[in-house]
């Protein structure tokens, strides 16, 4: 196993400014055209938490031991990258393009990697040494067993990790939609707890222990269920429409929606009942929601862009990674006169996700 030795306290990394991280980032992208100036970036074991780099060309730079916290890296380019032993914790790395990369020991729990290339990436264990006077002193685990990478609650919709070495991943609880595997290696990976929609199940070729607690693509009598959905989504659209006269409220509670795609979008689901579905990743942009019952949903990687959700109820709902831009949260006016917040008890919306969203 390939150790980097390091004569600073993890606490201790040196932080550089905004222009001198662009002096840097500005050489690199000038050294890969070969013009003059150029400078092959090299930050090893920096504090580079919160930069911004993303749509930036960072192929092959060098980053061991760095630490990304909550960094931009959108479209970023770090394909061949040495990421030995980084940070990239909550990280924004949507689109980027991470190919061919020595990520051995690197942890990305929480972070969107959503669309992001990390085809033939190098995933292996791997451990930072600290050096002394008479050799290795200490031996930092950012992993805590360096048994893999941790892409634990991270958002890899649409990501490509083909022929990639992902020995020993952790990958629990995370939202896997539309996500390539094929070739790649994954002995001793676990999916606990993750979300697995539109995945080709063949490709994983794990043991069931892994994929315990899993949400699994839909079954096909959840397929088979779509026409009967859909009719009861029509007659709570009649039932909305003239109010409570024609039609009947629809119960959906229970039920897998994600084979309904982006039908779902087309009604109005005012005071629908969806309590404990699994919607993980479906699409709710732009719908009308009033007082939408969603209890114990699971509800990983939803949209809500746009949604009007006053009066939603969410208690106990998993919410991880799904998206509230411009969502209205705000309280309802029922006809009563009664007013209904919203109800996020016991559901993990995080601060970022109802900053995003109108509220009172």
């Not at 222009?19 to 000038?30: F, K, P, Q, T």
């Not at 292996?124 to 008479?134: E, Y």
């Not at 002995?187 to 892994?210: K, R, W």
């Amino acid at each position: 196993m390939t150790m980097v030795n390091r004569n600073l306290g993890e606490h201790e990394k040196p932080v550089i400014t905004r222009d001198e991280l662009e002096e840097i980032v500005s050489a690199h992208e000038l050294s890969i055209k070969n013009a003059p100036g150029g400078v092959r970036a090299k930050l090893v074991l920096h504090n580079l938490a919160g930069v911004d780099i993303s749509h930036r060309n960072l192929a092959e730079a060098n980053f061991s031991g760095s630490v990304f916290y909550s960094a931009n890296l959108r479209f970023v380019n770090l394909a061949r990258a040495n990421l030995y032993c980084t940070d990239l914790r909550n990280v924004d790395g949507r689109y980027g393009d991470f190919s061919y990369a020595d990520m051995r020991g690197a942890t990305l729990s929480g972070s969107n990697l959503s669309h992001a290339r990390l085809d033939h990436a190098d995933f292996r264990p791997g451990r930072l040494a600290r050096a002394g006077l008479w050799g290795i002193e200490e031996i930092i685990d950012r992993n805590g067993s360096a048994v893999g990478v941790d892409f634990s609650y991270c958002s890899l919709c649409g990501t490509s990790f083909e022929n990639a070495n992902l020995r020993g991943a952790n990958l629990k609880g995370a939202v896997i939609h539309g996500t390539k595997f094929r070739g790649a290696r994954l002995a001793d990976v676990t999916f606990e707890d993750a979300v697995l929609t539109d995945i080709n199940m063949s490709e994983l070729q794990v043991p069931a222990a892994a994929l315990l607690n899993c949400v699994l693509p839909p079954s096909p009598e959840a397929v088979d269920k779509v026409p009967h959905l859909l009719a009861k989504l029509g007659g709570h659209q009649r039932w909305v429409d003239f109010n409570a006269r024609v039609g009947t409220g629809a119960v959906l509670d229970g039920e897998d929606l994600r084979p309904l795609g982006s039908y779902i979008g087309k009604y109005k689901l005012t005071a629908i009942s969806a309590r404990r579905v699994i919607a993980a990743g479906v699409d709710f942009s732009g719908t009308e929601l009033q007082g939408v019952d969603f209890e114990g949903a699971d509800l990983r990687g939803a949209s809500f862009e746009s949604a009007d959700l006053r009066g939603a109820i969410f208690r106990n709902a998993r919410l991880g990674h799904a998206k509230f831009i411009g969502a209205d949260l705000r309280t309802l006016e029922l006809r009563s006169g009664d007013l209904q917040p919203c109800d996020f008890t016991g559901a993990d919306l995080s601060p970022e996700q109802r900053a995003a969203a109108i509220v009172d």
